[in-house]
């Protein structure tokens, strides 16, 4: 038995191909507007959940949020002559309009180690994990604690520091101050070889990141630089650096608006954001700085705080864009696109 086969010519087996191809590509645009179509329905509907949710939360357990909230503990342990009076002057002038309170801790002689029956004592009253300006190890209360924090280029915070003890600032004038009477410039000290401009007093940003330990306050030890930077990275939300302290307070606003809710409002505005200045501060001659950069305790200070510039940088980017010479906040980049289980 034979078989019929009847045979295109190629023209038309070409034509043929193109339109199967042509229907194919129709069919495969079709499915891809469906799956969008269906995407964008599935997205609509968790965000309709969402808001569901959210309501019920708020008049089912209203109560029980806010004590969670007023359970929240932020600590700030703030490093000398880094802008720590003008950013706690923002929690001051904040904590009545947005119902928190502010607890300043002023350990004796400026010690930023506390003793073991002190460190029982604040976590027993303040109710905390533990404390960061050297760590109290956890003593088993209820919740963890936010850590926030500030730094500075470690030779622009020792010439700060210098001049301050010797002339004040504008925040109390009237204070006599441990060196006042000592006309000494910064240079005149580091000429001379001075204690109070010594590399060994830029040894304070590592310990005071690093803890409790005894190894943080061995000038020079690498073991502390690398917990410091461990801890700014694993135990800190959010550390700034004073050169960009209008970004930090922003973001801050952003994060914790429960404590920060008109902060960067406040510090462009307020007369108390930058009240502080250490007075007849001269900067210091390039002559200095290059004595000061020759010690190995600057190269592990500085190595510091460029890690932790770089890692506000790198939030920052994120969180916030300039234009036209003001900073605005990136609005939320992300959705709940598929909520389980379904509510009722």
Not at 109 to 116: A, D, E, G
Not at 126 to 139: C, E, K, L, S, T
Not at 314 to 327: F, I, N, P, S, T
């Amino acid at each position: 038995m034979g078989f019929l086969r009847l045979k295109m010519p190629p023209k038309f087996q070409l034509l043929a191909l193109l339109a199967f191809a042509i229907a194919m590509i129709f069919l495969e645009n079709k499915i891809q507007r469906l799956e969008e179509s269906r995407g964008k329905l599935e997205r609509v509907i968790a965000r309709h959940e969402v808001r569901e949710i959210e309501q019920r939360h708020i008049q089912e357990g209203a109560k029980v949020a806010l004590v969670e909230e007023d359970d929240l503990v932020v600590i700030y342990n703030r490093v000398p002559k880094t802008a720590s009076t003008s950013f706690t002057n923002i929690a001051y002038d904040l904590c009545n309009k947005n119902h928190y309170h502010v607890l300043h801790i002023n350990t004796t002689k400026n010690n930023p180690v506390m003793s073991l029956q002190d460190q029982v004592s604040f976590v027993s009253l303040v109710h905390v994990h533990y404390y960061h300006a050297g760590r109290i190890q956890i003593f088993g209360v209820k919740k963890k604690p936010i850590y926030i924090n500030v730094i500075r280029d470690p030779i622009e915070r020792l010439v700060s520091y210098y001049y301050f003890l010797r002339f004040g600032d504008d925040y109390r004038p009237g204070l006599r101050r441990r060196k006042q009477g000592d006309k000494k410039t910064f240079d005149d000290c580091v000429a001379a070889g001075g204690s109070d401009c010594a590399p060994e007093k830029l040894w304070l940003q590592i310990p005071f990141f690093c803890g409790h330990y005894f190894e943080c306050w061995n000038i020079g030890s690498k073991w502390a630089l690398e917990q410091a930077k461990y801890n700014l990275v694993n135990e800190y939300m959010l550390v700034g650096v004073t050169e960009e302290l209008e970004d930090f307070v922003m973001m801050l606003e952003a994060a914790l608006p429960r404590f920060f809710k008109g902060a960067t409002e406040l510090f462009r505005t307020g007369k108390k954001s930058h009240l502080r200045k250490t007075s007849e501060k001269k900067p210091p001659t390039k002559e200095s700085i290059a004595r000061l950069q020759q010690s190995d305790i600057w190269k592990m200070e500085n190595e510091f705080y460029e890690f932790a510039l770089e890692q506000f940088q790198y939030v920052r980017a994120h969180a916030v864009r300039e234009k036209d010479g003001e900073l605005y906040l990136l609005a939320q980049n992300f959705f709940y696109e598929k909520i389980y289980p379904k509510t009722t």
